[in-house]
T-cell receptor, first 115, second 117 residues
């Protein structure tokens, strides 16, 4: 599989429930970022977690990173209908030669939150 | 809050025509990117640009593609002779290039939807 694979591919929940999305990757990373995309729209940056961090919070978002398992999870607590969107993880690879910062995206999780 | 802007929002062109997609990155940012997303597929990296030159490009970014920063604010992607398979959403992004790359966040524009007929 490719760098940055999310699961589930689709998630349908009721308002007020928590939504958990997972991301796995293959190679060593510099950081991992989560983005949100409303249907047909741009990518909104949600949160960045560095390779030496294990957990990060931002409002109702909680991101974890397990570099030993090469995986990350995004938890949205107390979901709202407005959270309906696609969520992508994107990794920045660790480049020992210095390197650059291109993002490698996963296929995303489509989240539907029903009122 | 500063944001990346892109024009046009939607471009329709005939196969074989040249198109120029325009982006205005956030003003104090130094690193610029183009990505594309074919309908229903992943967002794919095309090219990164720093200090007036290409830093890195993907296999997708062949001789039909070019990028330019013609002035202090715009960043453009040109496709010389469009193909049907170039139909996609094209996103511009910029980052400040933090001292520590591990914290460098890329901010994306709203995208240009390119339709090649």
């Amino acid at each position: 599989s490719q760098q940055g694979e999310e699961d589930p591919q689709a998630l349908s929940i009721q308002e007020g429930e928590n939504a958990t999305m997972n991301c796995s990757y293959k190679t060593s990373i510099n950081n991992l970022q989560w983005y949100r995309q409303n249907s047909g729209r741009g990518l909104v940056h949600l949160i960045l977690i560095r390779s030496n961090e294990r957990e990060k919070h931002s409002g109702r978002l909680r991101v974890t990173l397990d570099t030993s398992k090469k995986s990350s999870s995004l938890l949205i607590t107390a979901s709202r209908a407005a959270d309906t969107a696609s969520y992508f993880c994107a990794t920045v690879l660790r480049m020992f030669s210095g390197g650059y910062n291109k993002l490698i995206f996963g296929a995303g999780t489509r989240l539907a939150v029903h009122p | 809050e500063p944001e990346v802007t892109q024009t046009p929002s939607h471009q329709v062109t005939q196969m074989g025509q040249e198109v120029i997609l325009r982006c205005v990155p956030i003003s104090n940012h130094l690193y610029f990117y183009w990505y594309r997303q074919i309908l229903g597929q992943k967002v794919e990296f095309l090219v990164s640009f720093y200090n007036n030159e290409i830093s890195e490009k993907s296999e997708i970014f062949d001789d039909q593609f070019s990028v330019e920063r013609p002035d202090g604010s715009n960043f453009t992607l040109k496709i010389r002779s469009t193909k049907l398979e170039d139909s996609a959403m094209y996103f511009c992004a910029s980052s400040v290039l933090a001292r520590q790359a591990s914290t460098d966040t890329q901010y994306f524009g709203p995208g240009t939807r390119l339709t090649v007929l």
